[in-house]
């Protein structure tokens, strides 16, 4: 088979044609050509080889952990892997280790090489890590279903994901339990059997399990990224199980006022209505009667659109977002005017959203404060170690996100690093001057900024505005505004 040639690899032609695929003894076909029970044949084949392919995966993750033990000889969390700064909110505890209990200690660090090289996130390379730690250590049939193929591997993570918090004789309980059926079996089997092991061989956790699991508690709001945000946001609810269930009760009666009313949309959405009416109620508002006797003549959007409440009804928190507009879309938000067919501004961290909603937003609050445009070409330097507002503002605008590869932290949740590091010299021989410039500061996520100083990355900042990130290993990655590029190494194509 003629194949594609390049810099020490040979990459067969038949992968260059997106219709053309290779079956598991290597012979191409096309896609197109094939019959209805061929087909069929050839997707399990396909699921054989991806099941093979995510084994090895997970092989090279229990294997990259032997490589990088913890040091043993301090107890410090800095020493070893941890979730601490990873926003894992499945594992409890601010320094647990990636994996459950009677696994080995890995070395901090260790698993940002690791998922660099598979093209990931750091937290995602963790978690592939620690699944292997997991199923090798403490679900041996789980484990050994998963080298014979007999298992997805994507299931076993599953299942060690679930049993991450037991200890090893907890854990093992489940894998007896669940092995022979884990490749059919639902999260709500799984979490009876989980449950069911911690009672019987951690009877004295359970009471502390309830305690940690208070600490988990919490609501968060949560903004879709562009291209899905919509100017529609959800949230997240975790508590103590009787007040959500009474709160959901209370919004299921309120969304059924909502029909009683007139309202004609469907139940999801009359619910989610149903939490501006609460919140209105709870903050006294003004508005209409509650519960209305009937539908308002003329259709009040409250309970007969399918839009949200109208500000105008709503008192607002005060709430800082960063809304990006022109001049003409500035005075159409702040007028009541159209500007014309590009009325679109973009929110950080949220992104596109009309001038109407954004004037939505704006009426009736109480503080609007609007930015004058910054020149992002300005290059000013000081002679300290923190930047000037000024300063800040630019890098994070320039730079939106942690510039670590493949991270997306955004900038304003990052430390501004100095990329040459800062030298503050002493009171009698000052360091040198203008270190602290825009050329010479990036964002960091608290992780990777650890990281870098720590000495296990180096990284440059271009003339062009890209980064380029040297391992430990001395691979090199290229981080740019379209994202992350790999170096390419011959060894990489065999």
Same mark, same amino acid.
């Given at each position: 088979?003629?194949?594609? !040639?390049?810099?020490?690899?040979?990459?067969?032609?038949?992968?260059?044609?997106?219709?053309?695929?290779?079956?598991?003894?290597?012979?191409?076909?096309?896609?197109?050509? @094939?019959?209805?029970?061929?087909?069929?044949?050839?997707?399990?084949?396909?699921?054989?080889?991806?099941?093979? &392919?995510?084994?090895?995966?997970?092989?090279?993750?229990?294997?990259?952990?032997?490589?990088?033990?913890?040091?043993?000889?301090?107890?410090?969390?800095?020493?070893? &892997?941890?979730?601490?700064?990873?926003?894992?909110?499945?594992?409890?505890?601010?320094?647990?280790?990636?994996?459950?209990?009677?696994?080995?200690?890995?070395? &901090?660090?260790? *698993?940002?090489?690791?998922?660099?090289?598979?093209?990931?996130?750091?937290?995602?390379?963790?978690?592939?890590?620690?699944?292997?730690?997991?199923?090798?250590?403490?679900?041996?049939?789980?484990?050994?279903?998963? !080298?014979?193929?007999?298992?997805?591997?994507?299931?076993?993570?599953?299942?060690?994901?679930?049993?991450?918090?037991?200890?090893?004789?907890?854990?093992?309980?489940?894998?007896?339990?669940?092995?022979?059926?884990?490749?059919?079996?639902?999260?709500?089997?799984?979490?009876?059997?989980?449950?069911?092991?911690?009672?019987?061989?951690?009877?004295?956790?359970? &009471?502390?399990?309830?305690?940690?699991?208070?600490?988990?508690?919490?609501?968060?709001?949560?903004?879709?990224?562009?291209?899905?945000?919509?100017?529609?946001?959800?949230?997240?609810?975790?508590?103590?199980?009787?007040?959500?269930?009474?709160?959901?009760?209370?919004?299921?009666?309120?969304?059924?006022?909502?029909?009683?009313?007139?309202?004609?949309?469907?139940?999801?959405?009359?619910?989610?209505?149903?939490?501006?009416?609460?919140?209105?109620?709870?903050?006294?508002?003004?508005?209409?009667?509650?519960?209305? *006797?009937?539908?308002?003549?003329?259709?009040?959007?409250?309970?007969?659109?399918?839009?949200?409440?109208?500000?105008?009804?709503?008192?607002?928190?005060?709430?800082?977002?960063?809304?990006? @507009?022109?001049?003409?879309?500035?005075?159409?938000?702040?007028?009541?005017?159209?500007?014309?067919?590009?009325?679109?501004?973009?929110?950080?961290?949220?992104?596109?959203?009309?001038?109407?909603?954004?004037?939505?937003? @704006?009426?009736?609050?109480?503080?609007?404060?609007?930015?004058?445009?910054?020149?992002? =070409?300005?290059?000013?330097?000081?002679? !300290?170690?923190?930047?000037?507002?000024?300063?800040?503002?630019?890098?994070?605008?320039?730079?939106?996100?942690?510039?670590?590869?493949?991270?997306?932290?955004?900038?304003?949740?990052?430390?501004?690093?100095?990329?040459?590091?800062?030298?503050?010299?002493?009171?009698?021989?000052? =360091?040198?001057?203008? !270190?602290?410039?825009?050329?010479?500061?990036?964002?960091?996520?608290?992780?990777?900024?650890?990281?870098?100083?720590?000495?296990?990355?180096?990284?440059?900042?271009?003339?062009?505005?890209?980064?380029?990130?040297?391992?430990?290993?001395?691979?090199?990655?290229?981080?740019?505004? @379209?994202?992350?590029?790999?170096?390419?190494?011959?060894?990489?194509?065999?």
């Amino acid at each position: 088979m003629k194949g594609f !040639q390049g810099p020490g690899m040979s990459v067969p032609s038949a992968w260059l044609d997106p219709m053309i695929e290779m079956d598991s003894e290597g012979f191409p076909y096309e896609v197109d050509d @094939l019959d209805a029970d061929t087909l069929l044949v050839l997707a399990r084949d396909a699921e054989t080889r991806a099941r093979a &392919a995510e084994r090895t995966k997970l092989n090279l993750a229990a294997r990259w952990c032997v490589l990088h033990p913890a040091k043993t000889d301090t107890g410090h969390p800095a020493a070893y &892997a941890t979730w601490s700064e990873a926003g894992n909110r499945d594992v409890l505890g601010c320094d647990e280790t990636i994996g459950g209990h009677g696994t080995p200690l890995v070395a &901090a660090f260790a *698993a940002e090489p690791f998922a660099a090289a598979l093209g990931i996130s750091t937290r995602a390379g963790l978690q592939l890590m620690a699944d292997a730690l997991n199923l090798e250590h403490r679900q041996p049939g789980t484990w050994r279903r998963v !080298q014979s193929l007999a298992i997805a591997p994507w299931r076993a993570r599953r299942l060690a994901q679930a049993t991450a918090s037991l200890s090893r004789e907890a854990a093992r309980q489940v894998d007896a339990v669940l092995v022979e059926r884990i490749d059919s079996c639902g999260t709500l089997t799984i979490e009876r059997a989980v449950a069911e092991a911690r009672a019987r061989f951690d009877p004295d956790t359970v &009471a502390a399990a309830e305690d940690r699991a208070r600490a988990s508690w919490g609501v968060d709001l949560h903004h879709g990224g562009p291209g899905d945000w919509a100017a529609t946001s959800w949230i997240d609810a975790v508590g103590d199980t009787t007040d959500l269930t009474r709160f959901h009760d209370l919004v299921c009666d309120t969304a059924e006022q909502l029909k009683t009313a007139g309202d004609t949309d469907d139940l999801d959405l009359r619910k989610a209505k149903a939490l501006g009416v609460i919140a209105d109620q709870l903050t006294n508002q003004p508005g209409p009667p509650w519960p209305p *006797a009937a539908a308002p003549a003329g259709g009040d959007p409250r309970w007969s659109s399918p839009s949200r409440p109208t500000t105008t009804m709503r008192r607002r928190r005060d709430w800082t977002c960063y809304v990006h @507009l022109d001049w003409a879309q500035l005075q159409a938000a702040l007028t009541d005017t159209d500007s014309g067919a590009a009325d679109v501004g973009v929110v950080e961290r949220l992104g596109p959203a009309t001038v109407a909603r954004i004037r939505d937003w @704006l009426t009736g609050s109480r503080h609007v404060r609007i930015q004058p445009v910054l020149d992002l =070409g300005r290059v000013d330097a000081v002679d !300290q170690h923190d930047p000037p507002p000024w300063m800040a503002e630019l890098v994070r605008l320039r730079d939106p996100h942690c510039v670590f590869p493949w991270c997306e932290t955004h900038s304003r949740s990052c430390d501004l690093d100095h990329v040459i590091p800062y030298d503050p010299g002493t009171p009698q021989d000052p =360091g040198p001057p203008a !270190q602290t410039r825009p050329d010479n500061l990036a964002p960091l996520c608290r992780r990777h900024h650890r990281c870098k100083t720590a000495g296990r990355w180096s990284y440059q900042r271009t003339r062009d505005g890209t980064y380029t990130w040297t391992t430990p290993h001395h691979r090199t990655y290229l981080v740019t505004p @379209l994202g992350t590029h790999e170096h390419r190494y011959p060894q990489d194509y065999g």
